[in-house]
């Protein structure tokens, strides 16, 4: 692949980022040109030839930079090979089992389902109560959403390996 892979990501606490961050390191290590950006700061897509689009999840809903850039981008990202995860789900065990088989927004459906996009991956989520305000950790509290790091990174991994090898292929 000639041009960049770009991964963008909507992040509130950063856990999202770090997910992006260990895609984008994935998609190197395979010998792509890869860009790690957040979806505010992604810029024209004119210079990618793919891209890995993500946000964190609370209450069912991308985060606001995200879903502006999807929509903004929905004929650029048309064009181009795309891959959406969200991450959110606390708790042990599969993500999306714990999330009841949701793993996007249905508000975001159909710009997705005219994107086409090759995937879409839902990872577990981190929540440091730390960070949160005292209306989130109410929320937390009151939906009995266990804090602590539900990232899976082998399972992300795995995932980036097999965006890496459709790109290479």
């Not at 710009?111 to 209306?135: E, H, M, T, Y």
């Amino acid at each position: 692949m000639d041009k960049k892979v770009l991964v963008a990501y909507g992040t509130k606490y950063g856990a999202t980022a770090e997910i992006a961050v260990r895609i984008g390191e994935v998609l190197a290590a395979s010998g792509l040109p890869v860009e790690v950006h957040p979806a505010e700061q992604a810029g024209d897509l004119a210079a990618y030839g793919a891209v890995v689009l993500g946000s964190a999840v609370y209450i069912g809903q991308w985060r606001k930079p995200a879903v502006r850039f999807l929509k903004e981008n929905e004929q650029a990202l048309a064009a181009l090979p795309v891959w959406l995860f969200s991450s959110g789900p606390t708790g042990e065990g599969d993500p999306l089992a714990l999330a009841e088989g949701w793993r996007f927004p249905g508000g975001l459906k159909p710009v997705a389902d005219r994107i086409k996009p090759r995937d879409i991956a839902l990872f577990g989520g981190a929540v440091d109560p730390r960070l949160l305000n005292p209306i989130e950790k109410w929320m937390l509290k009151n939906v009995k959403a266990p804090s602590c790091d539900f990232r899976n990174w082998p399972a992300i991994e795995a995932w980036a390996a097999g965006i890496a090898a459709a790109l290479n292929g």
